[in-house]
């Protein structure tokens, strides 16, 4: 079953605008994640936020997180043609069981 | 190795044989997870390990799949009289002990069953 559900499922966005995905999930949780992957193979850890944190920043990454209404987004500022791949979000539903939402696929145009 | 290997990286085969796939993690990882991503879609838990302990199978989607691991370290993922919808990416991945905090995650498997 699908505990993660990304919003949109995809997205073409002229490269050095800003990308915003969604994440909507339906537990408890203790942190989110979110992955990239390119090529349909092996995903990429980006980054994590705790269920106590509000956002939290890497380099051009920027995550949110509200509880209250279990949903994350993740933004990808100044957008580079690199960062086209599909980006998924992963929540604990329990200890050690980390199920993974269907994914947006970010295209961004030169 | 340094990171996590799954092999075959590809795998054809007939409808009805078995196959068995591997995933050999990284070193003094103790968690291990199967996931299976069809062409186009998210990712479906399929079992992690804590351990040699699978805790939870649930997401095993019939009695055909089967999972082990022994030693703490090479998992084997094993598909009986495989079906045409088993085809699909077989994705394995690895964490640290005690944290679920980080996925490494291995190339995968993509098995095509004809």
């Known amino acids: 079953s699908q505990q993660g559900e990304e919003d949109p499922q995809a997205l073409s966005i002229q490269e050095g605008e800003n990308a915003t995905m969604n994440c909507s999930y339906k537990t408890s949780i203790n942190n989110l994640q979110w992955y990239r992957q390119n090529s349909g193979r092996g995903l990429v850890h980006l980054i994590l936020i705790r269920s106590n944190e509000r956002e939290k920043h890497s380099g051009r990454l920027r995550v949110t997180l509200d509880t209250s209404k279990k949903s994350s987004s993740l933004l990808i500022t100044a957008s580079r043609a690199a960062d086209t791949a599909s980006y998924f979000c992963?929540?604990?539903?329990?200890?050690?069981?980390?199920?993974f939402g269907k994914g947006t696929r970010l295209h961004i145009l030169p | 190795g340094a990171g996590v290997s799954q092999s075959p990286s590809n795998k054809v085969t007939e409808k009805g044989k078995d196959v068995e796939l591997r995933c050999d993690p990284i070193s003094g990882h103790t968690a291990l997870y199967w996931y299976r991503q069809s062409l186009g879609q998210g990712l479906e838990f399929l079992i992690y390990?804590?351990?040699?302990?699978?805790?939870?199978k649930s997401g095993l989607p019939s009695d055909r799949f089967s999972a082990e691991r022994t030693g703490g370290s090479v998992s084997t993922l094993t598909i009986q009289r495989t079906q045409q919808e088993d085809s699909a990416v077989y994705l394995c991945?690895?964490?640290?002990?005690?944290?679920?905090?980080?996925?490494?995650f291995g190339s995968g498997t993509q098995l095509s069953v004809l």
């Open positions: 992963a929540t604990d539903v329990r200890r050690d069981k980390i199920i």
């Open positions: 390990f804590q351990g040699n302990s699978a805790p939870d």
């Open positions: 991945a690895s964490s640290r002990p005690g944290s679920n905090e980080k996925l490494f």
